[in-house]
């Protein structure tokens, strides 16, 4: 049985994040027995990556407008489906679009028999573009507003005709039984547990100053503004004898800027430090010796109330504690979270300090918290779940 997984993902640094999910997927899926390949970009390229070290290039004209480019990337997909014949197909997208529809529809011309599965890289996704909208508008970028116009447009074009062409859309966070007609599965975003070592260092001692890490993304729902309002809170009113508290970020993207003079007005320089970008071996040492990390605590900036983010499961996979702020597939009273509101209410330190100290209190919280990694977050239990779903939704519609 032979898999694909077709994305329109950069090789770019700032994308690498989002590319290592692809790759997890993809591996996820050979570990269950099928051959898996996947497709990303590299420049005017599009890669075809069928094993370790092993690839396949496909080069298109340099330096066309983003609708031309588009078309590019599809013609070459539509090439390597048509010459392998793959059983299943994995898009990754976010709204309906004419190229995924395409390249659906090229899946099945290949093979009648074929899956075909894609994916909402957030739901509900209507959020995201008013903030799009007020931010193009807001920055008199009316060329990004008008691109975001033919979007939503296609849109509404492609999506009632990816009924007949697409057999299973994933969705992750939010609960949802049917999507453009199609059937829809909710899934947690996964990761390889194998692949991230767990902190091995055990929990710095009581009383001590407590140490955060926030891996921030391109996307503005990481929120860390919260913490950085609230550690100025924090520092000009806490009660003698509290520990001090500091925030490592590590990133290198336009929303870092923001944190940076954020936390400059703020007078946090001594207790904010900015690391740039980190390799995962770096990332490793980072886990080992902070207390907790930073997941997203601006979900309500995307108007959301569901999110599974990607860096929460490696910080659960890490045995690392963590902060969160969104629905989620988590227990509310698991040990090694804390869930904080999802608003833009600056974020009481003193309310995370007395977690990291009963998380220090706790020997075994990081097994704990790789076990539940181990059960729930890997790609492999995910994926198989999606290719199940995806059989008994052709099951369903024939």
Not at 58 to 63: E, L, P, T, V
Not at 140 to 154: I, M, P, T, W
Not at 189 to 211: E, L, Y
Not at 283 to 301: H, T
Request: net charge positive; hydrophobic share 40%; aromatic share 12%.
């Amino acid at each position: 049985m032979k898999f694909l997984y077709v994305s329109s993902v950069s090789s770019s640094r700032q994308y690498s994040g989002i590319l290592k999910k692809i790759a997890g997927q993809t591996e996820a899926v050979g570990r269950l027995g099928w051959k898996a390949h996947y497709i990303y970009l590299d420049g005017d390229s599009v890669i075809l990556h069928t094993g370790t070290g092993d690839s396949q290039r496909r080069d298109f004209a340099h330096g066309l407008r983003w609708r031309k480019r588009q078309e590019a990337v599809t013609q070459a997909v539509c090439a390597i489906l048509s010459e392998n014949g793959y059983d299943a197909v994995y898009i990754k997208g976010f709204l309906a679009t004419p190229y995924g529809l395409e390249i659906a529809s090229c899946a099945k011309h290949a093979n009648p028999a074929c899956r075909v599965i894609y994916e909402v890289a957030t739901y509900p996704y209507w959020g995201e573009y008013r903030r799009y909208f007020r931010d193009d508008w807001k920055n008199h970028d009316f060329q990004s507003f008008a691109g975001h116009v033919l979007e939503v447009l296609q849109h509404f074009s492609a999506a009632p005709r990816m009924k007949g062409r697409t057999d299973a859309v994933v969705v992750f966070g939010q609960p949802i039984k049917r999507l453009w007609g199609i059937p829809a599965v909710t899934v947690d975003n996964g990761i390889t547990v194998d692949r991230i070592g767990m902190r091995q260092n055990g929990m710095p001692a009581p009383g001590s100053a407590i140490h955060l890490l926030g891996v921030a993304g391109t996307s503005v729902a990481h929120g860390y503004s919260r913490i950085l309002e609230g550690m100025a809170q924090y520092r000009n009113g806490r009660p003698s004898g509290s520990p001090d508290i500091f925030f490592d970020i590590v990133g290198g993207n336009e929303t870092i800027r923001a944190l940076k003079a954020q936390a400059d007005e703020l007078g946090l320089a001594k207790e904010v430090h900015f690391l740039g970008y980190r390799s995962s071996e770096e990332l490793a040492k980072l886990y080992g010796v902070c207390d907790a990390a930073v997941s997203s605590l601006g979900a309500y900036r995307l108007g959301l109330k569901y999110l599974c983010p990607l860096k929460s499961r490696e910080y659960c996979a890490a045995g690392i504690p963590f902060l969160y702020a969104y629905e989620d597939t988590l227990p509310a009273d698991a040990p090694f979270a804390l869930k904080l509101p999802n608003d833009p209410s600056p974020v009481k330190m003193e309310t995370v300090a007395r977690f990291v100290e009963n998380c220090r209190k706790n020997p075994q919280i990081a097994l704990q918290e790789r076990k539940y990694a181990e059960e729930h977050y890997d790609w492999k239990i995910i994926m198989k779940r999606v290719l199940a779903f995806a059989g008994a939704a052709v099951d369903e519609n024939h």
